[in-house]
């Protein structure tokens, strides 16, 4: 499948990206994409090193005649969120991305792409590989684990790098030019609970099992309404006192929206046809609720054997509670920037069995004090359920600057290119523009890139014109970088 994606123009971007998606990257996995990097850079003689934390900084001197102008860093993450569908079979730790095209996009089959933020890797490296692209300076940046906490960015140190600008390439709508983003908190809520032994000749067991839902980013979709598998699924069995919980397993990774959520509960073998009504009446209802939203959401319940063990029903009261009352989605608009969630948050993975309780969220805001906010409210809700609750993983969004140079040459460029404006926004998502920043706060730094669908889920696809756009785009930019 490869090759057709290769034959893509620009062809020297799309063969990069090909190479690179041969390549396993899960977010803290990233020893070999950083050995790919390393020694994409080395052969192509340039200076190229690793730091501290593992990120790869390869430069390459301006091109004859850009030698006066401002040296530039062009940055993208080298990792991947890795999600795949519960029927496809796929090993993201030995296998490439099985890639295909269909209708104009290059989409993946049953797993997340890599387009975020492949694209923009395979775009810095073409620009390195390049004979004939006029340039500045380039120190081109690679970090890793942007996905699942941003270490990278976090651990680059200050020194590292001369460049005056920096283009991120990391956003996913080729009409936009950012310059600012909501900083992230990650808050874990853990509890142990009481267990009690099921008589099972008198009980059967229950797998309930939500799927089939968009999921997505769960900064740049969180304001679209999409169903949260684990909410759904708590909302099921919520309030049953005639349901026993044993198990509740769903979502996977803290920035995607969860896909996927599935309990075991037992119940008395002589209240099997009520209760099943009842749930059956709750999954009716929801699946009305999100008929146009969620098409394919897809709820069952199937008999299976019955555990050993159940949650003792006062533990089960309040785990349900507590995951029942935990916000999820926005918390606020910003009243500054139109149609900009200020701040959300995301139930991102639930795991309980065998007597301990895990609940992960990740808390966003472009405004500090709104970050905490949200993860003051949701520790108080966790703590009167009994849980403790842990911050960790917090980084800083970026301030708009609207101000900013290289804004100005972006947009005058966008317009003389595409005759129409380009829309200037910030987003919720995480960039890694504000952590670099403060290390480099003298830095003028911009993000742009390739319009992208469905980042954080198997829906991924990214737009094949909209990359020979993003690409065009780069270029007119590089020759157009201001003089020192």
């Known amino acids: 499948m490869s090759e057709i994606i290769r034959q893509l123009e620009p062809k020297n971007l799309w063969n990069h990206f090909a190479d690179l998606n041969a390549v396993p990257r899960a977010s803290k996995k990233e020893e070999r994409v950083i050995q790919f990097a390393v020694d994409f850079g080395k052969a192509l003689g340039l200076e190229t090193v690793v730091d501290h934390v593992g990120n790869v900084i390869i430069k390459k001197p301006a091109t004859p005649g850009m030698e006066d102008r401002k040296p530039i860093v062009m940055q993208s993450h080298l990792d991947m969120v890795h999600q795949k569908n519960n029927d496809t079979v796929f090993d993201f730790d030995t296998q490439g991305i099985a890639m295909y095209v269909e209708d104009g996009w290059v989409k993946a089959k049953g797993t997340t792409l890599g387009a975020d933020n492949g694209i923009g890797v395979a775009t810095i490296m073409a620009v390195l590989a390049s004979k004939d692209i006029a340039h500045p300076k380039v120190e081109a940046l690679f970090t890793i684990d942007e996905e699942t906490g941003m270490t990278g960015a976090l651990g680059l140190q200050g020194g590292m790098l001369s460049g005056e ?64 598998a684990n909410k759904i699924l708590n909302r099921i069995i919520h309030g049953l006192p005639e349901v026993s919980l044993c198990s509740f397993e769903g979502g996977s990774l803290r920035n995607a929206i969860p896909r996927e959520s599935h309990a075991t509960i037992a119940m008395h073998k002589e209240g099997k046809e009520s209760i099943l009504t009842t749930l059956n009446n709750r999954i009716a209802d929801i699946k009305k609720e999100f008929e146009s939203l969620e098409p394919n959401l897809s709820i069952t319940i199937d ?28 918390f606020r608009m910003s009243p500054d920037i139109d149609d900009l969630v200020e701040a959300s948050n995301n139930v991102a993975k639930i795991e309980i069995k065998e007597g301990s309780a895990k609940i992960l969220c990740l808390t966003r805001s472009s405004v500090e004090s709104t970050k905490m906010d949200v993860a003051y409210s949701l520790k108080s809700c966790f703590e009167l359920g009994g849980f403790e609750v842990t911050f960790s993983g917090a980084y800083p969004g970026w301030t708009p600057n609207v101000n900013s140079p290289i804004l100005k040459v972006m947009t005058e460029l966008y317009e003389k290119m595409y005759d129409s404006k380009p829309h200037v926004v910030a987003c919720h998502a995480g960039l890694e523009c504000g952590i670099l920043g403060q290390n480099y706060p003298g830095m003028d730094m911009i993000s742009y890139g390739p319009t992208i669908k469905g980042a954080h889920s198997p829906d991924e696809r990214v737009n094949i014109a909209s990359v020979q756009k993003f690409w065009n785009f780069t270029l007119e930019i590089l020759k157009n970088i201001p003089a020192k």
């Not at 991120?168 to 809520?189: K, P, R, S």
């Not at 000749?201 to 169903?227: A, Q």
């Not at 089960?316 to 509670?321: H, T």
């Open 303 to 330: 008999e299976v054997v019955c555990p050993d063990t159940k949650v003792d029903i006062q533990d089960q009261i309040i785990l349900l509670n507590t995951i029942y009352a935990a916000h999820n989605g926005v």
């Open 165 to 228: 600008i920096l283009l991120n390439l990391d956003t996913e709508e080729d009409d936009e030019i950012d310059i600012g983003c909501a900083g992230g908190m990650d808050v874990t809520a853990m509890k142990t609970y009481n267990t009690v032994t099921i008589d099972k000749t008198n009980h059967i067991g229950l797998e309930i099992e939500v799927k089939g839902l968009k999921g997505g980013h769960s900064g740049i979709d969180i304001h679209l309404g999409r169903g949260n």
